[in-house]
Each structure stands twice: as structure tokens, then as C-alpha cells.
């Protein structure tokens, strides 16, 4: 019974993802922002069991990938991990800071990815100095990226 229950939750969880991050591609870019409640559903399934937070994001990933690409690229490098790591280290650690580094840290080096190996400018516009001063800037917004969202993740989990 236990299993069937968690398959339901993460099913729920991969159907919730997906709907939030193509949002824009259904009725317009104006709703881009809806997209950052994506990782949410991640947090949520990862906070109860950090397995199924991996298969939920590869299954919630191949989705959006076969409706938009561009979505499912943001998704697999932005919010899924986002949610993934937010709700894995918050399943294993209780201090905030902790969390927060470690999840800012992954959400640095997938932007990274994006911004320098891809070539998307992550944050909608180059940014300004040197390579060390671009990845300070894009360290530091992650940091504080990933401390406002998991506040917000953990309100909204532990209203349930």
C-alpha cells in the first residue's frame, strides 16, 4: 500500500511540474514566471523521498522536453534542480544556511552550464567583468535564489 501511495504523490508531483513550466507555452511568455513554481513539485516528491525526486524529475524532463525543448532545457537545468536539490538536502539537513549553499552551488553550476557551454544568458542579459566576476554574480544570486525558495517550499510542504 505504502508503494502504491508514493507512486500516486509522485505522480502528481511529475503532472504538477509539467503543467507549471509549460504554462508559458500554452498561453503566452507573459506567464514565464509561472515557471519557478515548477521546482516546487520537485521539493515536494525529493522532501519525502530523494529517489523518487530523481525519477519524478527525468520523467517530468522527458515530458516537457517532448512539448517544448526549450522549456524542458530550462527545467532540467534550472528548476528541476532546484527542486531536486533543495528537497534532498532538506530530507538529510535541518540548517537553512546548509541547504542553501549546497543548492546554490548545484544551481551555479547548471546555470554555468547554460550561460557559458550552451550560451543562454541565464539571467536575460550578459553580465558585466571577468569570468570570476560573472560566476561571483551568478554564485550569489543562486545562494539567495535557493534560501528565498526554500522558505517559500518549506511554508507551502508543511501546510499539507
Known sequence: MKNSKFLAIGGLCVCLAVLFQIIPVIFSELFVLTT????????????????????????????????????????????????????????????KALISLLSGVILTLTLSF???????????????????IQLTIIFLFSILYC??????????????
Do not use: E, W
Open 36 to 95: 519557478m513554481l515548477s521546482a516546487l513539485p520537485i521539493y515536494i516528491i525529493s522532501r519525502i523521498n530523494p529517489k523518487l525526486g530523481i525519477v519524478a524529475l527525468i520523467g517530468a524532463g522527458i515530458i516537457i522536453m517532448s512539448i517544448s525543448t526549450h522549456k524542458g532545457l530550462f527545467f532540467l537545468c534550472t528548476n528541476g534542480p532546484v527542486g531536486i536539490s533543495l528537497g534532498t538536502a532538506d530530507y538529510y539537513f535541518n540548517k
Open 147 to 160: 534560501f528565498t525558495y526554500l522558505h517559500l517550499a518549506r511554508y507551502i510542504y508543511n501546510s499539507q
Open 114 to 132: 547554460m550561460n557559458y557551454i550552451i550560451g543562454i544568458p541565464v539571467l536575460g542579459t550578459s553580465l558585466p567583468g571577468n569570468f570570476i
